[in-house]
C-alpha cells in the first residue's frame, strides 16, 4: 500500500514539472523606462523613453504604460496604443526597441512612470523573462525652483595684467584703484565667479586714456541678483588741460585711441590754450567736437561753438535715424509740458501735450544737418517728423467751427424768441376779434 502511494507521488510531481515545463525560459528581455529632466517645473514638459531590448532577437511584446495622473497629464505618445504596447517584428534582427511618451507637469511633488504586465517573446516564439523598469523624478513650482538658485554673486579672483592694485583683493572689497603710467594705453581685466552657477561680464582687454578711467565688473548669481566690483584706473597726465564748463571742471582727453564718435564725424584737431589736441568735426552739421572727462572718469563729447563757449554733444540712435538733441527755438503751442525720457541710458527732454499720447523732441538728423521737431512713439522706440504746422491749421479751423456753431445756436435762440413773441401777439389779436 506504502508503495502505491509513493508511485502516485513521484507521478504527480513529474506530471507537474511536465506541464510546467513550457515556462523555461530561453532568453531574457529588459523593459526599461527613462527620462528627462530629473526635476521639472509645473506647466513644463517631461520626455520618458521605454526601451525593449534583449541580447536574443525581439519577435514579440506587451505591456502597459502606468503614471501618476494626480502629478503627470499626458501629452503624447507613440506607442501603439497610446499608454499601452503591443509590438511586433518581422525580421529577425531587431533586438531593440524605443518608444517615447512626453507629459506636462501639474502638481509638485514626486512622479512616477513605469510599466506593468508585460509579455515578451522571442523571434522563435519562445517566451522571456522579462524585467520591468520604472522612472521616478521631482515635480517643482517656479517659487521651489527660484528659491533653489544660488545666491553666491561673489568673485573668487581679480587681476589686472602686470599691474597691482591696492587694495589686495578681497571679495567683500568692491571698489580698487589702479595707479598707470603715461604710456600705458590698455589693461586686461581677468575675473573669476566664487560660484560656477553665477556669471561675470566686464573683464577683457580695456582701453584707457589719461586721467581717471573706471571699469565695473558685474557678477549675476543663478538667482539674477548682481554684485558689482569697480576698478579706477588713473593713468598719469602729463601737462593736463583743463576747461570750465557751468562751473565744473573737466579734463581735456588728449589720447582718444579708442574712443569712437558718429560715423559722420572724422578726425581732426583744434587748439585749446594754445595746445593743439584731437577733435571731430562734421561737414553735415559743422560741428566740431573735442573729447573732455569729468570728475567721476566719464568720457563725454562737447561741441565748440563760434564765441569759445562749449554745448554737451550727445546722440540718440532710433531706427533708421540718429538725432543730436538740439535746444528748441520755440515751443510748439499745447507742448508746454516738459518730460525726461531716458533712450539707451541717455536722458532727452521731451514735450507733451494733453491732446496727443506722443511725446515731442528737438533735434538734428546728424546724417543730413536738418534740424526739426519729432514725435516719438516711447513703445515702439521711434521717430518721426512732426507735422505742427498741419495741427496748428486743425487748431485754427476746430477754433472757427467751435466760433460759427455757438453764432448759429446763438442766432437760432433770437429767431427762437421773436418766433414766440410773433405767436403771442397773433394769439391776443384773434381773443380781441373774437370779443
Not at 579672483?157 to 598707470?180: A, C, M
Not at 586686461?188 to 556669471?199: F, G, N, V
Not at 567736437?289 to 568720457?299: A, P, R, S, T, Y
Request: hydrophobic content about 35%.
Amino acid at each position: 500500500m506504502k508503495m502505491k502511494k509513493l508511485w502516485i507521488a513521484v507521478l504527480f510531481f513529474g506530471l507537474f514539472f511536465f506541464l510546467k515545463s513550457d515556462r523555461v525560459f530561453a532568453a531574457s528581455a529588459k523593459i526599461t523606462v527613462s527620462g528627462s529632466p530629473k526635476t521639472v517645473v509645473v506647466g513644463n514638459k517631461v520626455t520618458v523613453t521605454i526601451t525593449v531590448s534583449s541580447s536574443s532577437a525581439l519577435g514579440s511584446w506587451y505591456f502597459d504604460l502606468k503614471y501618476d495622473t494626480a502629478k503627470l497629464k499626458l501629452v503624447s505618445s507613440n506607442l501603439e496604443t497610446s499608454t499601452r504596447s503591443a509590438g511586433v517584428v518581422s525580421n529577425g534582427s531587431t533586438k531593440t526597441k524605443k518608444y517615447t511618451v512626453t507629459f506636462t507637469a501639474k502638481s509638485s511633488g514626486s512622479a512616477k512612470v513605469w510599466v506593468a504586465n508585460s509579455e515578451v517573446y522571442g523571434y522563435n516564439f519562445n517566451e522571456m523573462s522579462s524585467s520591468e523598469g520604472s522612472y521616478t523624478f521631482n515635480v517643482i513650482t517656479q517659487q521651489q525652483l527660484e528659491a533653489s538658485y544660488s545666491k553666491n554673486n561673489y568673485l573668487k579672483s581679480l587681476t589686472v595684467d602686470g599691474q597691482e592694485f591696492t587694495p589686495k583683493f578681497d571679495k567683500n572689497t568692491l571698489e580698487y584703484q589702479l595707479e598707470l603710467e603715461n604710456d600705458v594705453e590698455a589693461i586686461t581685466i581677468h575675473a573669476e565667479a566664487e560660484d560656477k552657477k553665477s556669471s561675470v561680464s566686464g573683464e577683457g582687454t580695456k582701453t584707457v586714456v589719461e586721467g581717471d578711467n573706471k571699469f565695473t565688473i558685474r557678477v549675476t548669481a543663478e538667482n539674477g541678483s548682481v554684485r558689482n566690483y569697480v576698478i579706477n584706473a588713473h593713468v598719469k597726465e602729463l601737462n593736463p588741460i583743463e576747461i570750465t564748463i557751468d562751473g565744473e571742471i573737466y579734463s581735456v582727453v588728449r589720447k582718444t585711441e579708442g574712443i569712437s564718435s558718429s560715423s559722420t564725424f572724422l578726425e581732426t584737431t583744434t587748439f585749446i590754450d594754445g595746445e593743439e589736441v584731437p577733435a571731430y568735426e562734421s561737414s553735415i552739421t559743422q560741428y566740431l567736437l573735442i573729447v573732455v572727462k569729468d570728475q567721476q572718469g566719464n568720457i563725454l563729447f562737447y561741441r565748440v561753438n563760434e564765441d569759445g563757449s562749449y554745448t554737451r554733444y550727445e546722440e540718440f540712435l532710433f531706427h533708421g535715424i540718429t538725432l543730436s538733441s538740439l535746444e528748441p527755438p520755440t515751443i510748439p503751442r499745447g507742448y508746454s509740458t516738459e518730460k525726461e525720457i531716458v533712450i539707451d541710458d541717455q536722458k532727452m527732454i521731451a514735450y507733451v501735450s494733453k491732446q496727443n499720447p506722443y511725446p515731442i523732441i528737438y533735434g538734428m538728423n546728424v546724417e543730413t544737418g536738418d534740424a526739426n521737431w519729432y514725435s516719438y512713439d516711447e513703445t515702439e522706440g521711434t521717430v518721426q517728423k512732426f507735422e505742427n504746422t498741419r495741427i496748428e491749421e486743425l487748431t485754427v479751423i476746430n477754433s472757427r467751427l467751435l466760433l460759427l456753431i455757438v453764432l448759429l445756436s446763438g442766432s437760432s435762440l433770437v429767431i427762437m424768441v421773436f418766433l414766440l413773441i410773433l405767436c403771442a401777439k397773433v394769439k391776443k389779436k384773434s381773443e380781441q376779434e373774437i370779443k
